[in-house]
């Protein structure tokens, strides 16, 4: 028989990472749209250097996986002291604001492909009637080469919007507490006395079963409105530095 009250509990401590999970989303797709059209004018560029600048960039982050990007941005960036003295530290230092650049040269790459596809398929023929019309620059790309392209291009980039919201599911990797990151959390509801036993066959619980198993639903709620701060990160990873003194990847000042 399904619990139907602790698929209720689990429903309500998810919730709150929602937010979390489509305003990344959200602001990873509006700033990657926004590098991805450079990019794409960049590729389709005659000009050598950018062509080759803008093709290296897409076939970095295309060709590495997005976990490995998001890993490197996290805990690769602290290793570099000029980089913690820099002015953008106090974001970089932040798991959300890494996660938000990892996702968001990812979908950079990845769209300028799309806007790079919807651009090269504007028939010839059209643009050639444009110009006979009198159009030329700005109302030509305004009026016939824009609209054609993000028409042509507006399937694909829905489809990457939708693989976004599911590859926000890799911000747990880097301590962000979104909706994967806090279904991980109720996985390990496991080793409370009382889980175990509905899944071996109880169909009840006692009620300080159940107190317990709601009260750790609720300090798993409770981490998405007050995450960790940085002070309470490095203290919890310190004893995991290594004693030889080295910057250990998991420590970030």
């Given at each position: 028989?399904?619990?139907?009250?602790?698929?209720?509990?689990?429903?309500?401590?998810?919730?709150?990472?929602?937010?979390?999970?489509?305003?990344?989303?959200?602001?990873?797709?509006?700033?990657?749209?926004?590098?991805?059209?450079?990019?794409?004018?960049?590729r389709l560029s005659a000009i050598a250097?950018?062509?080759?600048?803008?093709?290296?960039?897409?076939?970095?982050?295309?060709?590495?996986?997005?976990?490995?990007?998001?890993?490197?941005?996290?805990?690769?960036?602290?290793?570099?002291?000029?980089?913690?003295?820099?002015?953008?530290?106090?974001?970089?230092?932040?798991?959300?604001?890494?996660?938000?650049?990892?996702?968001?040269?990812?979908?950079?790459?990845?769209?300028?492909?799309?806007?790079?596809?919807?651009?090269?398929?504007?028939?010839?023929?059209?643009?050639?009637?444009?110009?006979?019309?009198?159009?030329?620059?700005?109302?030509?790309?305004?009026?016939?080469?824009?609209?054609?392209?993000?028409?042509?291009?507006?399937?694909?980039?829905?489809?990457?919007?939708?693989?976004?919201?599911?590859?926000?599911?890799?911000?747990?990797?880097?301590?962000?507490?979104?909706?994967?990151?806090?279904?991980?959390?109720?996985?390990?509801?496991?080793?409370?006395?009382?889980?175990?036993?509905?899944?071996?066959?109880?169909?009840?619980?006692?009620?300080h079963q159940l107190h317990a198993r709601?009260?750790?639903?609720?300090?798993?709620?409770?981490?998405?409105?007050?995450?960790?701060?940085?002070?309470?990160?490095?203290?919890?990873?310190?004893?995991?530095?290594?004693?030889?003194?080295?910057?250990?990847?998991?420590?970030?000042?």
């Amino acid at each position: 028989m399904i619990d139907l009250a602790f698929l209720l509990e689990c429903f309500r401590t998810i919730l709150p990472g929602v937010p979390t999970t489509f305003g990344l989303t959200a602001l990873s797709v509006s700033v990657g749209f926004v590098f991805a059209v450079p990019l794409a004018l960049a590729r389709l560029s005659a000009i050598a250097p950018l062509h080759l600048i803008a093709r290296a960039y897409v076939f970095v982050f295309r060709g590495t996986p997005l976990a490995i990007q998001m890993s490197l941005i996290y805990f690769g960036l602290a290793q570099f002291p000029w980089i913690r003295a820099s002015v953008p530290w106090p974001y970089l230092r932040e798991p959300f604001w890494c996660a938000f650049l990892a996702l968001m040269l990812n979908t950079a790459a990845y769209g300028s492909e799309i806007v790079g596809g919807g651009l090269l398929s504007v028939p010839v023929g059209q643009i050639e009637a444009a110009r006979a019309a009198g159009m030329s620059g700005l109302l030509l790309v305004r009026r016939i080469v824009a609209p054609i392209a993000l028409r042509n291009a507006l399937p694909a980039y829905g489809a990457e919007i939708i693989l976004m919201v599911k590859a926000t599911s890799l911000a747990s990797m880097v301590t962000l507490i979104e909706v994967t990151g806090l279904e991980a959390r109720i996985n390990h509801l496991d080793d409370v006395s009382g889980v175990r036993g509905l899944r071996g066959g109880r169909r009840h619980l006692s009620r300080h079963q159940l107190h317990a198993r709601r009260s750790r639903l609720a300090g798993h709620a409770a981490l998405v409105a007050r995450p960790a701060s940085a002070s309470e990160f490095r203290s919890a990873s310190s004893s995991k530095a290594p004693t030889s003194g080295a910057l250990c990847p998991c420590w970030r000042p």
